[in-house]
């Protein structure tokens, strides 16, 4: 087991283009969780996957923003027309199921995260 | 979720013991403290989470106050690896739904040589 991996680790873009992040979490977890961490700050949720259904988005993820987790496996983080403010480093997490949690604690464990810097 | 205050700083001679204090007043009976960590561009990683009573694993100590108000991660002998950014979280346990883990400002711990 590798940890949680994601790609590219840093992404320069201009402004109004597209980007996509890619992450591949824990084998054995079934929950996926994508935050961001701008400069100076603690991470913020954004959205939520339990197998390959998104339950829950965070009202920082605007219509620009769409994630993906189709078979349940890795996921995808794809901003559209990006803008500067956009700018930041996006974490991936993933955790087992809770039931599966032996101190009935659910714990993330966290990816590097992927920068990205919007010109 | 309770609001915590942790110290904006701190720092702490390596091989000495560093303790990290936390303040949770308004925790509830069903709320875990955890201590996350987060080295200069790396991901948050977990370290440790207690209910009521101390806890230790082979990366830290968790002493959390009999009131539950307040909690110290001890890193019992703190080598420059251990300097970062670390966050405490208080959070109930939940079966449906998202692990929203709130983080806040949390501490930056430097440990000088």
């Known amino acids: 087991d590798t940890g949680v991996s994601q790609d590219p680790r840093h992404k320069i873009t201009k402004r109004g283009q597209n980007v996509t992040f890619r992450c591949d979490p824990i084998?054995?977890?079934?929950?996926l969780y994508w935050y961001r961490q701008t400069l100076g700050q603690g991470p913020e949720f954004l959205t939520y996957?339990?197998?390959?259904?998104?339950?829950?988005k965070s009202r920082l993820l605007s219509d620009r923003f769409s994630a993906e987790r189709p078979k349940g496996s890795f996921s995808t983080l794809e901003i559209q027309r990006t803008e500067q403010g956009d700018s930041a480093m996006y974490l991936c997490?993933?955790?087992?199921?809770?039931?599966?949690?032996?101190?009935?604690?659910?714990?993330?464990?966290f990816g590097a995260g992927s920068r990205l810097t919007v010109l | 979720d309770a609001k915590t205050t942790q110290p904006t700083s701190m720092d702490c001679a390596e091989g000495r013991a560093a303790n990290l204090p936390c303040n949770h007043s308004?925790?509830?009976?069903?709320?875990?403290v955890y201590w996350y960590r987060q080295i200069h561009s790396q991901g948050p990683q977990y370290i440790i989470h207690?209910?009521?009573n101390n806890e230790t694993n082979e990366m830290a100590s968790l002493i959390i106050t009999e009131d539950r108000k307040s909690s110290t991660l001890i890193l019992p002998h703190a080598t420059l690896r251990d300097t970062a950014v670390y966050y405490c979280i208080v959070r109930a346990f939940i079966i449906q739904g998202a692990q929203k883990l709130v983080f806040g400002q949390g501490t930056r711990l430097t440990i000088n040589p």
């Open positions: 308004t925790i509830s009976g069903n709320e875990y």
């Open positions: 997490a993933s955790s087992p199921s809770p039931w599966t949690s032996s101190s009935g604690a659910n714990v993330l464990t």
């Open positions: 084998s054995e977890h079934n929950r």
């Open positions: 996957f339990q197998n390959e259904a998104q339950l829950e």
């Open positions: 207690g209910l009521k």
